[in-house]
């Protein structure tokens, strides 16, 4: 059964950076596609970025490119969002999900976790 599980939220000021952390347990994820997703009070859930697990070329909102950025730990099962520059609108719940290449669809989330950044 895969599992993910985020960490890494908090609350922060205007123009810090955070580190989300996903570690992924369950599988051997060089055929996954791994991604990060946000969902803010009373807003809809919205795509971050996202990448291979196994590397390649990245992807991001436009909200957040040139600010975020999608990597992962070569070491083990763990993708990280390195978030810069934040701002009070990046304030949401943040998940990672995953799913295999060939699917359409995110099959497997985190529980996710809470970045508030203050003005």
């Known amino acids: 059964q895969v599992q993910l599980a985020e960490s890494g939220g908090g609350l922060v000021q205007a123009g810090s950076s955070l580190r989300l952390s996903c570690a992924a347990s369950?599988?051997?994820?060089?055929?996954?596609?791994v991604a990060w997703f946000r969902q803010a009070p009373g807003m809809e859930r919205e795509f971050v970025a996202r990448n291979m697990w196994s590397g390649g070329r990245t992807y991001y909102a436009d909200s957040v490119k040139g600010r975020f950025t999608i990597s992962r730990d070569n070491a083990g099962n763990t993708v990280y969002l390195q978030m810069d520059s934040l701002k009070p609108e990046d304030t949401a719940v943040y998940y990672c999900?995953?799913?295999?290449?060939?699917?359409?669809?995110?099959?497997?989330w985190g529980q996710g976790t809470l970045v508030t950044v203050s003005s």
């Open positions: 999900a995953a799913r295999r290449i060939y699917r359409a669809d995110y099959d497997y």
């Open positions: 369950g599988d051997t994820f060089s055929n996954y596609v």
